[in-house]
């Protein structure tokens, strides 16, 4: 069984970071894409950010140049971090990662940006 552990999230000021992480352990075969989506209130999940195998990687529009998607392979680790932030990137944050043939969902972890 694969499980995915989020942590990092929290409340922060406008202008300030903060830096996510997203572990897989469990019966991993391989692991391909990983990556980060969000869901405000009211709003669609969203993604924020990917990153491939070999390290390509993309952002939404909203987050680039702000938001710094990175993987450890050795730990089936996937981070964000996140600087610059704004209120609107107040949201649950989900990593999503491939594994093997399907993909695996996070818990969430909530970020919210006071202004």
């Known amino acids: 069984q694969v499980q995915l552990v989020e942590s990092g999230g929290g409340l922060v000021q406008a202008g300030g970071s903060l830096r996510l992480s997203c572990t897989a352990s469990?019966?991993?075969?391989?692991?391909?894409?990983m990556g980060w989506f969000r869901q405000a209130p009211g709003k669609q999940r969203e993604l924020v950010a990917q990153i491939l195998s070999f390290g390509s990687t993309n952002y939404a529009d909203s987050v680039k140049g702000r938001f710094t998607i990175s993987r450890d392979n050795a730990k089936n680790t996937v981070y964000l971090q996140m600087n610059s932030l704004k209120p609107e990137d107040t949201a649950v944050y989900y990593c999503?990662?491939?594994?093997?043939?399907?993909?695996?969902w996070g818990q969430g972890t909530q970020v919210t940006v006071s202004s």
């Open positions: 999503n990662v491939q594994i093997g043939l399907g993909s695996r």
């Open positions: 469990g019966s991993i075969s391989s692991i391909g894409v």
